[in-house]
């Protein structure tokens, strides 16, 4: 039994080396710039304040001096950018930008996104960010659908996951030791030269990043593609409450919404306010429980009737934005976490430039 083993195994490491390989070929590029660009993501608020200002995104804060409403951001925004068209707004941390200041945003005449920073304590609108056509969107849109258009670049970066889970796994069969202790090839052997050397180091550093890099291809693809997981997607704006208050429309005082939230759940802090899609919509009021960083929770409220109307909103939209999205930044794991995050992604056009010149270099050799 034992002398057939070695023969069983050859064409099995063919089989895998094979997957390996045309995986890197054929997806590896891709990965190689969802990688880098989401390393540079984890530097996300250096970047924004290269981009817009650093007095803009980390405006200096008066000491004792309390925020102020989400209501007075946005009234204040409006009337100094009447041509906005506004969406919502988000409390300084609290939104799709980093930084400290707050945010509202809109949609400006051509139809692109427009942000306005606003300094959290006064209202003072502190600029208009034309999102749409930044850097800084370019570097999202690079990392989320490769700058394809919506749809199409969604599948092409969750087949992309898929592929990076593919090659992990293949690749993590090739690298595992099979006639020594596994824990001595965790590290580069002090012998090791030239091709010999670099085949190591290609295996040790992902093998140290395997398990990282395997919850954020899995969590990518659940944040791109959660149907191909069977996970639900982002719900829709519901036309209307599914009980008997469903003739209350959403009226259109923020004040009272937020009123309305607040008396709801008294112990949350409102991080978040959307406005209603037309009269059959409904406020969408974020809020986050005390002592909580990362756990949110959002209530439709309608202020049409005699008394404001509050529902708690979709709870599915929980799984993204208490783990699919923390994981996928910072593993949960804070700084430290983000640290990791940051190796991972530049590890991946590192593992494809190492991967490939092995590839050619032994091409080469049968080639001669």
């Known amino acids: 039994m034992h002398a057939e083993q070695p023969a069983r195994r050859g064409p099995a490491r063919r089989i895998w080396r094979t997957l390996h390989l045309s995986l890197a070929l054929i ?7 969802i990688g880098a660009s989401g390393a540079l993501l984890v530097l996300k608020e250096p970047l924004l304040a290269v981009e817009v ?35 919502g707004a988000n409390a300084p941390g ?34 208009l960010f034309a999102f749409d056509r930044s850097w800084f969107a370019a570097l999202v849109n690079l990392h989320r659908g490769l700058l394809l258009p919506g749809p199409l670049g969604a599948s092409v970066v969750g087949c992309c996951g898929i592929g990076l889970a593919l090659s992990l796994l293949s690749g993590a069969y090739l690298w595992w030791p099979r006639q020594r202790k596994w824990w001595r090839s965790l590290w580069i052997g002090a012998s090791a030269a030239g091709r010999r050397r670099l085949i ?12 990282p890099m395997l919850i954020l291809a899995t969590t990518g693809l659940a944040l791109t593609k959660p149907q191909w997981l069977g996970l639900p997607g982002a719900a829709p704006a519901r036309p209307a409450l599914g009980t008997a208050d469903a003739a209350c429309a959403a009226g259109g005082d923020l004040r009272a919404a937020m009123a309305a939230a607040a008396q ?26 005390p002592g909580s ?6 209530v439709e409220v309608r202020t049409g009737c005699a008394a404001p109307v ?34 991972c992604g530049i590890a991946l056009p590192a593992l494809y430039a190492t991967g490939l010149w092995l590839w050619i270099g032994r091409r080469r050799q049968h080639a001669r």
């Open 293 to 298: 960083v990362r756990s949110e929770f959002a």
């Open 200 to 211: 190591e180091w290609h295996g040790v550093s992902a093998a140290y990043l395997l398990a």
């Open 264 to 289: 709801a759940h008294p112990d949350a802090r409102i991080v978040g306010v959307a406005l209603p899609r037309g009269p059959a919509g409904a406020y969408q009021i974020r809020l986050r429980p």
């Open 310 to 343: 509050t529902e708690v909103a979709d709870a599915n939209a929980a799984l993204r934005r208490d783990w699919l999205n923390p994981l996928h930044a910072d593993l949960r794991f804070g700084w430290s976490g983000q640290a990791v995050v940051f190796l």
């Open 53 to 87: 200002g650093t007095d803009i995104v980390k405006p200096p804060r008066s000491a004792g001096q309390p925020d102020a409403t989400a209501d007075i951001w946005i009234a204040q925004a409006s009337k100094r950018y009447p041509d906005l068209k506004v969406i």
């Open 27 to 33: 997806v590896g590029a891709a990965l190689a710039l």
């Open 94 to 127: 609290a939104g799709f930008l980093p930084g400290d200041a707050a945010i509202v945003f809109g949609r400006l005449p051509p139809g692109e996104l427009g942000v306005v920073f606003v300094h959290p304590q006064s209202g003072e609108p502190l600029g």
